[in-house]
C-alpha cells in the first residue's frame, strides 16, 4: 500500500492547509464541486497520535471481525498500488470515503481531524484506526471483484452500493459483531425504517437524484439508508445460514432478496 501524507504533514507543519487546498480530493468529495473546510479548535495530540497509529496498521494489517474477513475475502490480498491518503480539510460528514484520482486509480481518504472528533483519549484512537481501515479495505477488496461502471443503470448501482457498504459496515461495526442482539426494539425500527427507504428508491429509479444518492451512504448512520440495510440485511444472511465464504460469489442480489422480503 501506499501512503500519500502531503495534505496532514503541511497542516501539522504549518497549522493550516493553505498549500494544499487546491488539492484534487477537494474537487473530488463532492463531484462536480469544490467543498474545503479549514479546520479549527484541533487538538494536534491526539491527531499525531492517530496519524501514527494508522501507519502502524497498515505495515500489519489485521482487521476488525478477523475471522468473519478472513471467511469473506478468502485469499485475496490488498492490491500494494492501493493508495491511502491521509488528509484534513474536508467537511462533516466526511471522515472516510474512497475516491477516484485524475488517472481514475480509486483512493482510500482519511481525515485524521474528523476522525479524532470521535474520540476523548488517546487510546480511543487505537480502535478507530482499525474500525476506519477494516471499513475502507474492505471497500478494496469488494471493488476488485464488483468494479462500479459509471454508465450503469441508477438502480444496479444502488444495489451495488447496498452490497459494497453492507459488507464494509458489517466488518467494521463493532468487534465481534455476530455476538450482538440484532433484534432489539431499536434495532428492529431501524431495520425496517431503512429497508422501507430502500425499497422506494428501487423501484422510484427518477427519484434517485444525486442527493438521493449522497444520503444512501452519508450522514448520520443510521440513515445512511443503502448502507445500513445492506449490513441488516449480512446480519440476516447469517442468521439464516448463509455462509460467508459464498457471499462474494453470490453477489449483491443475495442481499437485495432479503431486504425485499423483510427479514
Known amino acids: 500500500m501506499i501512503i500519500k501524507t502531503e ?21 473530488s468529495i463532492i ?11 484541533v487538538n494536534k495530540e491526539l491527531v499525531v497520535h492517530l496519524y501514527e ?57 482519511l481525515d485524521l481531524v474528523r476522525l479524532c472528533t470521535y474520540a476523548d483519549r488517546l487510546e480511543e484512537l487505537d480502535y478507530i484506526a482499525t474500525d476506519f481501515l477494516t471499513h475502507e479495505l474492505a471497500h478494496v477488496l469488494i ?13 444496479d448501482v444502488l444495489k451495488q452500493l447496498v452490497f459494497d457498504e453492507g459488507i464494509a459496515h458489517f466488518l467494521s461495526y463493532k468487534e465481534d459483531v455476530l455476538s450482538l442482539d440484532w433484534h432489539t426494539e431499536q434495532m428492529n425500527n431501524r431495520r425496517e425504517s431503512v429497508y422501507q427507504k430502500l425499497r422506494y428508491y428501487l423501484t422510484q429509479e427518477n427519484s434517485l437524484t444525486q442527493e438521493a444518492f449522497l444520503k444512501a451512504n452519508t450522514g448520520s448512520f443510521w440513515d445512511k439508508y443503502a448502507s445500513i440495510s445492506g449490513m441488516f440485511a449480512v446480519i440476516s444472511y447469517c442468521e439464516q445460514g448463509g455462509k460467508l465464504e459464498e457471499l462474494l460469489d453470490q453477489g449483491p442480489d443475495v442481499l437485495i432478496e432479503i431486504i425485499e422480503k423483510g427479514i
Open 53 to 109: 497509529a494508522i501507519q502502524n496498521r497498515l505495515y500489519n494489517f489485521k482487521p476488525l471481525n478477523e475471522g468473519l474477513w478472513h471467511k469473506i475475502f478468502q485469499g485475496m490480498s490488498i492490491p500494494d498500488t492501493t493508495a491511502i491518503y491521509l488528509i484534513a480539510g474536508a467537511p462533516k460528514p466526511y471522515d472516510g470515503f474512497v475516491r477516484e484520482d485524475q488517472s481514475g486509480m480509486r483512493c482510500i481518504i
Open 7 to 27: 495534505i496532514i504533514d503541511s497542516f501539522l507543519e504549518h497549522g493550516n492547509l493553505n498549500m494544499v487546498k487546491d488539492h484534487w480530493i477537494y474537487h
Open 143 to 155: 471493488s476488485e471483484k464488483y468494479p462500479y461502471y459509471k454508465h450503469s443503470p441508477k438502480v
Open 31 to 41: 463531484p462536480g464541486e469544490y467543498i474545503f473546510e479549514e479546520p479549527s479548535y
